[in-house]
């Protein structure tokens, strides 16, 4: 057994690299509200881990990962707004094997009908590399999934990215959700 405690994290306590993220609902066949919106975070440079003992394949610790949830305000009917950090965690030396880097990997938020926690989660996420693009970012919803996908609880629904894959006939089942980021 590892008596060793695991190393502490630390969130940047004056960050500086802000985004504004904006999220737009377009045609929902019913209200949507924020159910959740974060940034995640993970060690880019494996090689700060430790390897773990007793393992024949030498493989590295499991990658450090953190979210820092960040507010998204309600702009209008369809549109929320909120800011989030690049370098919301601290580079440091947490196992004596060089310093890890902390890098932003995306920007999620997750969207249901208001309501019961079981109904479906419509997830829409940008990357991290994304952010200096600034270009807007649609994810497109099957209408009958909103509140709930049949006889699934809790169902999460990524969206599809590009509507031009979805037959013409078909294409005003969908709701879109855009997201844009620009530097604060």
Same mark, same amino acid.
């Given at each position: 057994?590892?008596? #060793?405690?695991?190393? #502490?994290?630390?969130?940047?306590?004056?960050?500086?690299?802000?985004?504004?993220?904006?999220?737009?609902?377009?045609?929902? &066949?019913? &209200?949507?509200? =924020? =159910?959740?919106?974060?940034?995640?975070?993970?060690?880019?440079? !494996?090689?700060?881990?430790?390897?773990?003992?007793?393992?024949?394949?030498?493989?590295?610790?499991?990658?450090?990962?953190? *979210?820092?949830?960040?507010?998204?305000?309600?702009?209008?009917?369809?549109?929320?707004?909120?800011?989030?950090?690049?370098?919301?965690?601290?580079?440091?030396?947490?196992?004596?094997?060089?310093?890890?880097?902390?890098?932003?990997?995306?920007?999620?938020? #997750?969207?249901?009908?208001?309501? !019961?926690?079981? *109904?479906?989660?419509?997830?829409?996420?940008?990357?991290?590399?994304?952010?200096?693009?600034?270009?807007?970012?649609?994810?497109?919803?099957?209408?009958?999934?909103?509140?709930?996908?049949?006889?699934?609880?809790?169902?999460?629904?990524?969206?599809?990215? *590009?509507?031009?894959?979805?037959?013409?006939?078909?294409?005003?089942?969908?709701?879109?959700? =855009?997201?844009?980021?620009?530097?604060?």
């Amino acid at each position: 057994m590892n008596n #060793q405690a695991s190393p #502490q994290f630390t969130e940047n306590p004056t960050p500086r690299q802000a985004y504004r993220l904006t999220l737009r609902i377009e045609g929902a &066949p019913g &209200p949507l509200e =924020v =159910v959740s919106s974060a940034a995640q975070y993970d060690v880019v440079n !494996h090689e700060c881990l430790p390897p773990p003992k007793d393992n024949p394949g030498g493989h590295t610790s499991p990658v450090p990962t953190h *979210d820092i949830p960040f507010r998204l305000e309600r702009v209008s009917d369809s549109e929320y707004a909120g800011v989030f950090y690049t370098d919301g965690m601290v580079d440091a030396e947490y196992h004596g094997r060089g310093v890890c880097r902390w890098e932003l990997i995306q920007a999620q938020v #997750q969207l249901r009908a208001p309501g !019961h926690q079981g *109904d479906t989660h419509f997830i829409a996420k940008l990357n991290g590399d994304e952010l200096p693009q600034g270009t807007p970012k649609a994810f497109h919803y099957w209408k009958a999934r909103y509140p709930k996908e049949s006889g699934s609880e809790g169902y999460r629904d990524y969206g599809q990215p *590009d509507l031009q894959k979805v037959p013409a006939d078909q294409r005003d089942d969908f709701f879109g959700v =855009v997201l844009t980021v620009k530097e604060a």
